[in-house]
């Protein structure tokens, strides 16, 4: 007898790949109903967050049938590879070079895969660009693609920047023979690739499916945020309390920090921005869930929200309500909680360090469609 398949298995690398999974199953069982959709199950990868008791917090709200903890390993943990990283100078021997690391690399991986993905109709996979990327298409497993945070590939297209030498060339290796792995939709066995808006995208990927996630977000009701906040938040009541505390409080800006730069460097930034804004009002900063630094030690007595929160749930309090929000590069079209939104883009981080280290785009000759600044 044949054995029976699994619905659908999400990997997620974020907490926002964790928030968007939420937007893109409770749409689907306000669509078709639970008994329709069948069962899902989430997968957790250490790889870039380490997600701490958000696995139990999931398993009580009951949207998932598993939640499963994939230590993936980056290349760098394989000694072996090495070789297969080191420049040899002409463009044959580095494809050949990285057809065999694409091979090795996939191999190593597989031990530290936590299931077998053949037993699943439709696997989407936030980051392709990790690991599993190279293990799902070594092993000829067909996975959908999702976009790794919002117009991200709007921003930085690090598929076409990475390959941007013979491109072309390179996209025929990955995408036609398979010989090597090229992410975001340029994989073989990538069926296709989610993303929030293709007429933001300089280059479009033939393969970028277009699915916008504010309707996701317009249609959630009282009782999918009611869900969401209690899968995502740690401290609830705190966070109400901080949300009152917003109410109260006059004029007030939020600061998102990221991991940018060096953390020397990044402490000496945020400190810039919160000595410039806080003439403007009262200071409010929200840490990245991958930022190291100890924002309560370098600001105390500033209010401070968890880093773990994506910042999309401070939509779902009327309460949580600011002036401004500012960042660096964070893409800020789903915020509903400012009135000004203020992304600052590589011209001001140019005051920090290298523009080779971050202006990628306009090193490929790319003018973005929209303005990076305000919004």
């Known amino acids: 007898m044949e054995e029976k398949m699994n619905d659908r298995i999400?990997?997620?690398?974020?907490?926002?790949?964790?928030?968007?999974?939420?937007?893109?199953?409770?749409?689907?069982?306000?669509?078709?109903?639970?008994?329709?959709?069948?069962?899902?199950?989430?997968?957790?990868?250490?790889?870039?967050?380490?997600?701490?008791?958000?696995?139990?917090?999931?398993?009580?709200?009951?949207?998932?049938?598993?939640?499963?903890?994939?230590?993936?390993?980056?290349?760098?943990?394989?000694?072996?590879?090495?070789?297969?990283?080191?420049?040899?100078?002409?463009?044959?021997?580095?494809?050949?070079?990285?057809?065999?690391?694409?091979?090795?690399?996939?191999?190593?991986?597989?031990?530290?895969?936590p299931v077998d993905f053949k037993k699943y109709k439709d696997i989407y996979v936030f980051c392709d660009s990790d690991p599993i990327g190279y293990y799902l298409n070594q092993n000829r497993i067909a996975y959908h693609a999702v976009e790794d945070g919002l117009n991200c590939v709007a921003n930085f297209d690090v598929a076409r920047y990475d390959n941007r030498a013979f491109f072309a060339l390179k996209v025929f290796l990955s995408k036609r023979l398979n010989l090597i792995f090229i992410q975001n939709g340029y994989g073989k066995y990538c069926l296709d690739m989610e993303?929030?808006?293709?007429?933001?995208?300089?280059?479009?990927?033939?393969?970028?499916?277009?699915?916008?996630?504010?309707?996701?977000?317009?249609?959630?009701?009282?009782?999918?945020?009611?869900?969401?906040?209690?899968?995502?938040?740690?401290?609830?009541?705190?966070?109400?309390?901080?949300?009152?505390?917003?109410?109260?409080?006059?004029?007030?800006?939020?600061?998102?920090?990221?991991?940018?730069?060096?953390?020397?460097?990044?402490?000496?930034?945020?400190?810039?921005?919160v000595t410039e804004y806080e003439k403007e009002g009262q200071i409010f900063i929200k840490p990245h869930p991958r930022d190291e630094l100890d924002y309560h030690k370098i600001f105390p007595g500033y209010p401070i929200f968890d880093g773990t929160i994506p910042m999309e749930l401070f939509?779902?309090?009327?309460?949580?309500?600011?002036?401004?929000?500012?960042?660096?590069?964070?893409?800020?079209?789903?915020?509903?909680?400012?009135?000004?939104?203020?992304?600052l883009g590589d011209e001001f981080m140019d005051q920090y360090e290298s523009p080779e280290k971050h202006n990628q785009n306009k090193r490929m000759g790319i003018t973005e469609k929209r303005d990076r600044n305000h919004f």
Request: charged share 30%; net charge positive.
């Open 10 to 113: 999400y990997v997620c690398h974020t907490y926002y790949h964790a928030y968007v999974v939420f937007l893109k199953e409770l749409h689907l069982r306000r669509k078709q109903g639970a008994e329709a959709v069948g069962e899902a199950s989430i997968v957790l990868s250490s790889l870039s967050n380490t997600f701490e008791q958000f696995g139990e917090r999931l398993k009580a709200v009951g949207l998932f049938a598993d939640i499963i903890t994939f230590d993936e390993k980056r290349a760098d943990f394989f000694p072996e590879l090495q070789v297969y990283r080191k420049d040899r100078g002409n463009i044959i021997l580095n494809m050949w070079q990285r057809i065999r690391f694409t091979k090795r690399y996939a191999k190593l991986e597989a031990p530290f895969v």
């Open 195 to 273: 993303v929030n808006d293709i007429s933001a995208i300089a280059f479009p990927c033939p393969y970028y499916k277009e699915v916008p996630r504010k309707p996701l977000v317009d249609a959630l009701t009282k009782e999918d945020k009611e869900m969401i906040l209690r899968a995502f938040v740690r401290d609830l009541d705190g966070l109400m309390k901080k949300a009152e505390e917003c109410g109260r409080v006059g004029k007030k800006i939020l600061i998102l920090t990221e991991p940018l730069c060096s953390l020397d460097v990044r402490e000496r930034l945020f400190k810039d921005l």
């Open 315 to 343: 939509n779902f309090f009327e309460n949580m309500h600011f002036d401004q929000v500012v960042t660096v590069f964070t893409d800020l079209n789903g915020v509903q909680f400012a009135d000004k939104l203020v992304r």
